[in-house]
């Protein structure tokens, strides 16, 4: 017989918060998009051509490369393999801004 687990609406509105704030870019996707353009231009690659090598649509790209919409794992892993770079290149430069507790 399945468990029943009850949440508190305190634990619900915390897990509506943290999925919300998983499906929303960051300052870190516009870096990572911005990143993967650079580099594809520089090896002279269509938008069309790069698609076409990672099986993803044009707009798909677009929307990652200005950081409208996050790229996986999985997906920047491929794009780095592609571009013969490691996937920490996308991340080299990038600096949190610190945060201040109140």
Known sequence: MPTRVMATADET???AINADAT???SPIDIWIGGRVRVKRTSR???QQEFCKLLSIGRSDLTAFEAGAKRINANLLFRIAKS???GPDYFFRGYAEEQQTAV
């Open 44 to 46: 002279g690659m269509s």
């Open 83 to 85: 571009l013969d770079v």
């Open 13 to 15: 509105v915390q897990c």
């Open 23 to 25: 499906t929303r870019t």
